[in-house]
């Protein structure tokens, strides 16, 4: 059996949208949060990381991402929808062999709720998201494999109705099919918009704190003590100097810099207790709508368990 590529259409049906993360300024999250079928971010205790442990999960630990998965939940989804896309393909004569999910998904980075956080990544890759795996080619499906596995949008063309000996194809083909078949059962928009606008609205209430405002001050005083001007630890991930394919030294000084004076400051400490205060108020709020949405999560979870252990159980008979 031939194990193939995930395109970039199906990569984003898989993804899905992102309602938690990044904050409303434009900045990134490690992993999106907040709605049925999308990543969060890591539950739990942190990995070891050593000196950068505490600051690179502030988001994970934020009272909203109880309303997401996990990473390893997301894990299980991913792995149980790439076994319904390998059933649907069977139903019309083709062999798709799944790529394991740990290899469909990037491997977590800092958080940067608040601007970068991890020293080391500052000193490696400056304000740059460090590299992620470049997908494989899709280039050795036949022309009836890609219309199983992908469907008519995956060509680009006018979405219709396609057929493979005999049987009409799904819109977005098997893999398109395997998401939806787990995600539409325990869809709730009501509470993944809720989670959602807690998310957003909390990143901009706690950035009005006065403690985190001060701390705010207190950081760009510490970065121009150092040679930097900028007002914000959001300020420069968005210098277009910062953003070229080159990581520059001036771009490492910088980073390492804002990373010094964050620590010195306390700054990502109290802007996550600013924020944490807000959003436990929003939840406190709106409790019964988002734990519906936990239990719908907690009850794909297990049907995505349930998913990946017949067909372990299914693997382990045919060997």
């Known amino acids: 059996m031939r194990r193939q590529a995930l395109s970039a259409l199906v990569l984003a049906l898989l993804l899905g949208c992102s309602p938690g993360a990044p904050p409303p300024d434009g900045t990134a999250t490690a992993r999106p949060t907040g709605a049925p079928g999308t990543a969060t971010h ?3 205790p942190p990995p070891d990381r050593g000196e950068d442990r505490a600051d690179t999960t502030l988001t994970a630990r934020l009272p909203i991402a109880r309303y997401g998965y996990s990473d390893d939940e997301y894990l299980a989804i991913t792995a149980a929808e790439l076994i319904l896309a390998r059933d649907c393909a069977r139903r019309y004569g083709v062999t798709y062999d799944p790529p394991q999910a740990t290899a469909m998904l990037a491997p977590p980075f800092a958080d940067r709720r608040y601007g970068i956080s991890s020293a080391r990544e500052a000193a490696r890759w400056g304000y740059h998201l460090p590299p992620q795996p470049d997908p494989a080619s899709d280039s050795g499906l036949s022309a009836a494999e890609q219309l199983v596995l992908y469907g008519r949008r995956a060509t680009g ?12 194809v799904p819109a977005h083909g098997c893999l398109g099919e395997g998401v939806e078949k787990l995600r539409n059962p325990y869809e709730f928009s009501a509470g993944a918009d809720a989670a959602s606008r807690i998310a957003a609205r909390s990143f901009v209430r706690s950035r009005q704190d006065s403690r985190v405002r001060a701390a705010l001050a207190k950081w760009a005083a510490c970065m121009r003590k150092n040679g930097f001007s900028y007002a914000s630890p959001m300020d420069p991930m968005k210098n277009p100097a910062f953003q070229r394919s080159g990581i520059s030294r ?6 390492r810099s804002d990373i010094s004076c ?3 400051t306390r700054l990502l400490e109290t802007w996550f207790d600013a924020e944490a205060r807000v959003q436990r108020t929003a939840i406190a709020r ?3 709508r988002l734990e519906r949405l936990r239990g719908l999560h907690l009850a794909k979870v297990r049907e995505a368990r ?4 017949g067909a372990d159980r299914e693997a382990g008979t045919d060997t």
């Open 286 to 288: 709106d409790t019964a």
């Open 250 to 255: 001036q771009e490492k000084e910088t980073a």
């Open 157 to 168: 063309e006018t979405p219709r109705d396609a057929t493979h000996r005999g049987r009409r």
């Open 262 to 264: 964050k620590r010195g």
């Open 42 to 44: 890591r539950a739990g």
């Open 306 to 309: 349930r998913i990946v252990a």
